[in-house]
């Protein structure tokens, strides 16, 4: 990537990187709620979290992701760290493949991994594509069978189901067979564009000898035609491999997940064989693969570790954020009470000040799981009420010069019509409880 020397005034306000994001406290309760809702599904499905370095050596990404890739020919963050060449991770399997055989925790033995975290591409920003994103991501090492394909599938739509989202995705699904099969039809791919190749753009016709099967995913309009008519890499399928593929549709259709076979679906890394898949929506544009993934056999080995079946797939929260609030569920629909207190607490005076510090405190101890906000920097009822109101609370709870000397606390509801009342210690706590468990 190009680097370039600015200048920067020192009265110049300083901005975030292009394509880097803040995620700011009005967004963050959308992202908790699909964070802990897919770590949920994961945790019901026996997965194990494993925490990666954002930074690894470039060649890790060079040798999995493979050279001749959009990612690796052009979007790596990559810079010297005195003698050694380090790049910021633009994906998590190669780094979770890496610290797998590193650890030595995948030699005879099955490992269902997941991680979450920042991913970098230097790509060109749109709306659902930035150069800093946010990946959940999934790998299993051991299995070579079909099963855990459907497995990792079948996880996937209940989540989407759960966040409401199952409806507006489409699951796509391809194999690209054994490196045997895919090396003939490789050849096939090329004799047919070399024939043709008047109408390869500038692009296809240097993968035609670097990477030909990415001319297939190719999304130039102009090229569309020639794509329509190439051989398909599912005709040429070597006969484990097809037989893989059938038991993987059998399962799914088993399991009620409807699919579409999409012969040009090859995926923009190298090291995938066999099963490749895709849950697409048509709701976010150009930018509508929300999670993706796929079988990588050859990987570990290939890495240097001991041969090891493989296959996992990474979710984009950005895209899936967008999608839970402007695409196909409308933000007010989200459970999103848990991230806001279900109290306020108001103190009008010096005294009820220094009172509500300890008796929020109490309240707390008695009531583990309540969430309250106690108002801090004092200012009038009027002021702090509209404080509570912002804060999202359920209630307000009132203490001020009167209320201390009755040993009561107001209560006042902020979201239906009514009156204060008026409670002891004893009494909030029983009342707090029942809101809490309701
Ligand atoms: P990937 O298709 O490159 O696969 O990325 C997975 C998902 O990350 C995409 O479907 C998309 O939702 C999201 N994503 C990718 N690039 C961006 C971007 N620039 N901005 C926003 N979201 C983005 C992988 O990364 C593989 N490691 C998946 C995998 C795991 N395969 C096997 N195991």
């Known amino acids: 990537m190009a680097h370039s020397k600015g200048k920067f005034p020192l009265s110049a306000k ?38 990666l370095p954002i930074v690894e050596s470039t060649e890790l990404f060079k040798r999995s992701i493979g050279e001749v890739t959009d990612i690796v020919e052009k979007e790596m963050y990559t810079f010297q760290d005195g003698d050694e060449s380090l790049t910021l991770r633009p994906e998590g399997t190669a780094g979770c493949v890496r610290a797998a055989i590193e650890n030595g925790i995948i030699h005879n033995q099955v490992r269902k991994l997941w991680y979450q975290g920042p991913m970098f591409r230097h790509e060109r920003p749109q709306k659902g594509r930035y ?31 759960q966040l409401g989202l ?28 070399r024939e043709r190749f008047a109408e390869l ?56 997940v409807s699919y579409v076979i999409n012969p040009r679906l090859v995926r923009g890394l190298d090291y995938y064989g066999r099963t490749v ?23 570990v080995e290939h890495i240097g ?29 989200l459970p999103l009470e848990r991230y806001t207190p279900h109290a306020y607490f108001v103190a ?3 005294a009820p000040e220094r009172a509500a510090l300890v008796l929020a405190e109490r309240l707390r101890s008695s009531l583990p799981r309540l969430r309250l ?26 203490l001020g010069e009167s209320e201390l000397a009755e040993g009561q606390i107001g209560l006042k509801s902020l979201r239906e019509e009514g009156d204060q009342r008026s409670f002891s210690e004893a009494e909030l706590i029983d009342f707090l409880a029942g809101q809490i468990a309701s």
């Open 131 to 161: 150069r800093q994103f946010h990946q959940i991501g999934v790998e299993v090492f051991g299995l070579s069978g079909p099963d855990i394909d459907a497995e990792l599938i079948l996880l996937t739509a209940r989540l989407w189901r």
């Open 166 to 193: 199952l409806e507006h995705v489409q699951l796509q699904l391809n194999t690209l067979g054994s490196a045997e099969a895919r090396s003939a039809y490789r050849e096939k791919l090329v004799a047919y564009c």
């Open 277 to 299: 898949f895709e849950w697409v929506t048509d709701r976010l544009g150009a930018q509508g693969t929300v999670c993706a993934g796929g079988r990588y056999d050859g990987l």
């Open 373 to 398: 906000e106690l108002n801090m920097g004092s200012g009038g009822f009027k002021a702090q009420i509209k404080r509570a109101d912002k804060s999202g609370a359920r209630f307000a709870l009132v």
């Open 348 to 350: 009008v005076g010096e």
């Open 14 to 51: 300083i901005q975030a990187v292009r394509g880097m994001k803040d995620i700011l406290p009005e967004q963050t309760p959308v992202w908790r709620y699909l964070e802990e809702t897919v770590r949920g599904v994961l945790d019901a499905y026996g997965y194990w979290e494993i925490r």
């Open 201 to 256: 753009d500038e692009d296809s016709r240097r993968r035609l000898d670097s990477n030909p099967l990415r001319i297939l995913d190719s999304k130039n309009p102009a090229m569309a035609d020639l794509i329509q008519g190439a051989p398909q890499l599912l005709d040429h399928l070597d006969e484990p491999s097809r037989e893989h593929f059938e038991q993987l549709t059998r399962l799914l259709e088993m399991g009620g």
């Open 305 to 333: 570790g001991r041969s090891t079946p493989a296959v996992g797939f990474a979710m984009g929260l950005e895209r899936l954020v967008l999608l839970l609030t402007e695409g196909a569920v409308s933000r007010t629909e």
